[in-house]
C-alpha cells in the first residue's frame, strides 16, 4: 500500500482555511506564549505593554464596553482582555486571509507552510501538555483538602473550589490525569506519534475544557484552544481517520517524510534544537516541580500547630462565655492550615481571618483581621499532648482559651480510603 501523497492542487476554501489559521494560530501563540520556549515569558512582559493599551483603547472606542479593562491576563485567563485578544486574533486573522487570498490567488498549494504550522502548534501543545502533565504528576496543582476545606460546608464552595476538593483528594487520579497529558505531550513532539498524540489530545483536553465550563474554572478560553488544536492537528488525516474508525475502509499510511533544508547542517542543527526542547521541558518542568514541592503542595511542611482545634471553654476577663449558637464573639473552632495564617469558626458558623504568626521558641502568638493590621492581640500558649491552651496578654478584654484537637482521621473523607469489596452499594 503506497503513502497518502500531499495534494498538488488544493481546493479554493482550503487555502483559504490554511491563511486563517497561520495568521491565527502565530497571533495567538505570540500572545499567549504560556511559558513554552526558555525565558519567553520576561520576553513577553516587554512587548505585550503595548497591546494591553491596544486592548483598552478597543474596548472604550470601538466596543463601547461599560466598564473599562483593567485586568489583564494573570490569576483568571478568562478575563474580558482575553476575549479582547481572541476577537482582535480572529478579526487580524479574517482580515489577512482576505488580503493574502487575492494577492496569492494562483497558488497551488500550501503543503510546506501547512507542515511547519502543524510543528508550531504541536510543539505548543504538547510543551503545555508536559507542563499540565508534571504538576499533576507531583501534585501540585490540587492540593489534598486542607483543614479549612474540611470543615466548609459543601453549599458554600465554589464551583471551582468543589473541583478543587474533589481533584486534589485522590493521589492517583491525579496521577493518571497526569501520565495522561504527559503522554499525549511526549507524542505529539514526533512526525511518526503526532496523529495519536492528537486523538489523545482531543480527549484529555476536551475533560479539561468540560471541567473548566461546567465548574466555572478561569482557563476556559486555553482549553477550549487546545481541543481546536487538537482538532486543527487531526485535520490533515481525517478522510484517513473517517475511513478507520467510521467506515471499516482501509486507510493508506500519511506521508510522514520530513520536510528538510538542502543544507545538511541546518538539517542538523534543527534536529539538536528540537531534542534540546524536548528534554528541557519535560526535565526542566519535573525539576521546578519537585523543587516546589517545599513551597506549595502536599509534601509542603506544615506549619506549626496545623489542625482544627475545638473550644472547650472560653474565658474573657474571668468571666465563662456560655457556648450559645447565637453568640458572634465566642470562638468555637481555631483552624490553621497555612503558615502566617488562621481562621476561626465562631458559634453563628460565621468565620473571620487572621493573620496567625507563631514563635515556636517563645510559645507565642500574634493575631490581627485582615482587615485592621494595627490592631493585633498578643497570645502565650501551651500544647499539652492534643490540649492548645491560649491566653491573651492584654491587660484589658483578658481571654483564656482551651481548645482540644480534632483528630482529621475522624473524617470519613479522610479514612473511608479505598475497598476492593463494597457489600454496600452506595457509601454516602
Known amino acids: 500500500m503506497t503513502n497518502a501523497a500531499e495534494p498538488a492542487y488544493w481546493s479554493a476554501p482550503r487555502k483559504i482555511a490554511c491563511r486563517f489559521f497561520v495568521v491565527f494560530f502565530i497571533l495567538y501563540v505570540f500572545l499567549n506564549p504560556n511559558g513554552v520556549l526558555p525565558q519567553v515569558d520576561r520576553v513577553y512582559e516587554y512587548y505585550i505593554e503595548p497591546f494591553h493599551q491596544l486592548m483598552v483603547w478597543i474596548a472604550a472606542h470601538i466596543l463601547h464596553l461599560a466598564k473599562p479593562v483593567t485586568q489583564f491576563t494573570g490569576g483568571s485567563g478568562d478575563t474580558t482582555y482575553d476575549y479582547l485578544i481572541l476577537l482582535f486574533i480572529t478579526f487580524v486573522a479574517t482580515v489577512s486571509a482576505i488580503i493574502w487570498s487575492v494577492i496569492d490567488r494562483k497558488a497551488r498549494n500550501y503543503n510546506n507552510l501547512f507542515y511547519w504550522l502543524t510543528v508550531i502548534v504541536r510543539y505548543y501543545m504538547a510543551i503545555t501538555m508536559v507542563t499540565y502533565g508534571a504538576v499533576k504528576i507531583i501534585k501540585l496543582q490540587f492540593p489534598s483538602p486542607s483543614p479549612d476545606r474540611l470543615l466548609q460546608p459543601l453549599g458554600s464552595m465554589s464551583p471551582m473550589g468543589l473541583a478543587w476538593s474533589y481533584m486534589g483528594y485522590s493521589v492517583g487520579f491525579n496521577h493518571f490525569t497526569g501520565f495522561a497529558e504527559l503522554v499525549c505531550g511526549l507524542l505529539l513532539f514526533f512526525r511518526k506519534t503526532a496523529t495519536l498524540g492528537a486523538v489523545i489530545g482531543l480527549v484529555v483536553a476536551g475533560n479539561i475544557m468540560a471541567i473548566n465550563y461546567c465548574f466555572d474554572v478561569p482557563v476556559k478560553l486555553l482549553a477550549t484552544m487546545l481541543v481546536l488544536m487538537s482538532i486543527f492537528l487531526l ?67 506544615k506549619p506549626p500547630l496545623y489542625g482544627i482545634y475545638i473550644v472547650q471553654s472560653f474565658v474573657r476577663n474571668k468571666d465563662t462565655i456560655a457556648p450559645l449558637n447565637t453568640d458572634t464573639t465566642r470562638w468555637n473552632k481555631l483552624v490553621i492550615s497555612y503558615a502566617g495564617n488562621a481562621r476561626v469558626k465562631l458559634m453563628n458558623d460565621s468565620t473571620k481571618r487572621y493573620d496567625f504568626v507563631i514563635d515556636t521558641l517563645k510559645h507565642t502568638i500574634v493575631m490581627n483581621t485582615y482587615a485592621d493590621t494595627v490592631k493585633k492581640t498578643h497570645f502565650t500558649y501551651q500544647l499539652k499532648k492534643d490540649t492548645l491552651l491560649m491566653v491573651s496578654t492584654f491587660p484589658k478584654d483578658s481571654l483564656r482559651i482551651r481548645m482540644k484537637k480534632f483528630d482529621l482521621n475522624n473524617f470519613i473523607l479522610i479514612k473511608r480510603g479505598f475497598h476492593w469489596v463494597n457489600e454496600v452499594p452506595f457509601n454516602r
Not at 499510511?253 to 542543527?269: C, D, G, M, Q, V
Open 235 to 301: 485535520s490533515k488525516d481525517a478522510i484517513r481517520l473517517i475511513n478507520f474508525f467510521f467506515l471499516n475502509k482501509p486507510a493508506a499510511p500519511a506521508n510522514l517524510s520530513p520536510h528538510t533544508f538542502k543544507k545538511r547542517w541546518k538539517n542538523i542543527t534543527l534536529c539538536i534544537i528540537k531534542y534540546v526542547l524536548i528534554i528541557y521541558s519535560v526535565a526542566g518542568n519535573f525539576i521546578s516541580d519537585v523543587q516546589a514541592m517545599s513551597q506549595y503542595g502536599d509534601k509542603v511542611k
